[in-house]
């Protein structure tokens, strides 16, 4: 996205049109002159420059990451940026709510301990993040409840709540692993998403925000939303991909731009720095979340070979709102303005599937360690097991399909995706029974295994009952798994 200083005396014809539509102020002609940015903005919002000023509610924003474990370095630290973002634009720390395992900047592997970047030119993004929800506070219950204003309902943590009012504006950013119909978490269970929807009526319900803006980086994350989310709640969604692939990490080791080589990890998600990065380096006061979207979209489908398609759901009238409602607009910025190509940071020559990035870790822990050293060793062992898992779960998976529908048929029926526009399963009961019956047999799905979320999904579908799929996981099964893999070890992940 180009950036073109607005300098320079011009006799422009100032174009003002303000109407209310859905009770939302609609500012996409604003048209800032450079001699009087201080009574154009004064005139919009009946103050000055001051973007905490209350004429447009309180921002509120929940920030979360749903994995832990230094492979996945890049959740933690697209967090770590979107918080700087929003800090930088005006947003308090009473306001902001963060959500990660925060275990990546400090941990043993960090080659720059304390610090963590989300680009491979980056600064440090850690620096002053409010640690609000950490480790084994990071848990469905608390982020709903927070999401909710459920003070109550806080086990551990901060106990910072969105304590929003009727006036407000909510963003909410999620990134992590997903799959069809669920978004990960680094404490069992993960989020299921009838589980979030139902959060979201209940806040609306509540008649405590204007609108809320919810933003997910995951793979399938438009299965989140597709069919499930519906008009007339205030909210308007995006995610990094549509219901049936993978979102992508980027920035990550042997690509171009080249990370610092005592990086083995992904530094960002392909979606999550894409707006992130046009956030940061923008004035929002003029630039609309549907201007974002479209540039976000253009970024993260950038080839043929990798990339994901963009979604929107929900209220999409939203969309003509200026981002300035939800993150604010940091002043350095105020002689930058919107246009309609995208020249940020280019992107990498390739992005990684989110699923594989963990593989792009261990190989090249492996690959740069000294021959014959525990790290090595180790690099090796951990690499290994992971395959074996991926095998172990996706041969489980197929065999239970066939034995409960046959060897031509079965994987045809775990196979099948629904028209688009309906959610993944009628009955997410029934869904979430045969996760915890899959994984009692076979182990954790873990975030690989999240992909296989539809399968589960058509077996309920097709009627089958939890105990002809406890029968058929038992076969596929015979031998318990043990390890990190063991859903004893891990607990069930529904």
Known sequence: MMLRYTGGVLFVVLLLSSSVVHSRLILDDLIRLPFDHSSVVDRVFGRGNDIDDHSVGTRWAVLI?????????????????AYQVLKKGGLKDENIIVFMYDDIAYDIENPRPGVVINSPYGHDVYAGVPKDYTGEDVTVNNFLAA???????????????????PNDHIFIFYTDHGGPGVLGMPTYPNLYADELID???????????KSLVFYVEACESGSIF???????????????????ESSWGTYCPDQDPTVPLEYDTCLGDLYSVSWIEDSERHNLLTESLKQQYELVKTRTATSPFYGSHVMQFGDT????????????????????????DNSLHPSSSKSVNQRDADLIHFWNKFRNAPEGSP???????????????????????KLV?????????????????????QPLVDDWNCLKTMVRTFEKHCGSLSQYGMKHMRSIANICNAGITADQMAEASAQACPNFPSGPWSSVHRGFSA
């Open 317 to 340: 009238e939203l969309k003509q709102d200026l981002l300035y409602l939800y993150m604010g607009t940091n002043p350095a910025n105020e002689n930058f303005t919107y246009v309609d």
């Open 147 to 165: 999401v909710l204003g459920n003070k109550t309902a806080i086990t551990g943590g901060s106990g910072k709540v969105v304590d929003s009012g």
């Open 226 to 244: 597709e069919g499930l989310l519906p008009e007339g709640l205030d909210i308007y969604a995006t995610t990094a991909s549509n219901s049936v």
């Open 375 to 397: 790290r090595k060793f180790q690099a090796q062992k951990q690499f290994t097991e992971v395959m074996s898992h991926r095998v172990h779960l996706d041969d489980s998976i």
């Open 199 to 209: 959060t979201l009526k209940k806040k609306h319900a509540c008649g405590t925000y």
């Open 401 to 421: 399909g066939k034995l409960l529908f046959g060897i031509e048929k079965g994987l045809y029926v775990l196979q099948t995706v629904r028209p688009t526009g």
């Open 65 to 81: 990451a749903g994995s832990n474990g230094y492979w996945n370095y890049r959740h933690q630290s697209d967090v770590c940026h």
